[in-house]
């Protein structure tokens, strides 16, 4: 009992401080592959599509779903710009912060 309580706090532990921009998924279904489940809705093999949290997911002829995170995470040093996550086209803009209509430049993107 231990062991299952030392593991199960690993695995929290490494969950938690990951920063992973992608999962894979098996497919649950036997042969012949019909496609992926996702949220719900099944896509055929070989379909991509993009989901509402901003992640580029595809089904793969081997029965495996792949999604990934479609922005970076954002990083830079001008202490008089901020950092604005645009949902609609899944990416962080750099904009000063007393005009939000200006861009900023000299940042970087992880990930």
């Known amino acids: 009992m231990k062991y299952l309580v030392t593991i ?3 695995a929290i532990t490494t ?3 990951s920063d ?3 999962f894979f998924k098996k497919a649950e279904q036997n042969e012949p592959l019909k ?3 996702y949220k719900g809705k099944l ?3 070989g379909k991509t ?3 509402r949290s901003c992640l580029k997911c595809g089904c ?3 029965g495996y779903m792949r999604c990934c995170q479609t922005y970076g995470i954002p990083f830079s040093d001008d202490s008089n710009c901020k950092f604005k996550f645009d949902r609609k086209a899944c990416e962080y803009v750099l904009i000063p912060n ?5 861009r900023c430049t000299g940042y970087g993107m992880v990930g």
């Open 8 to 10: 199960v706090l690993i």
């Open 15 to 17: 969950f938690v401080v």
């Open 20 to 22: 992973a921009a992608c």
């Open 35 to 37: 496609g992926c489940l």
């Open 43 to 45: 896509y055929p093999p």
């Open 49 to 51: 599509w993009r989901t």
């Open 60 to 62: 793969s002829t081997d």
């Open 98 to 102: 007393e005009d939000p209509e200006k």
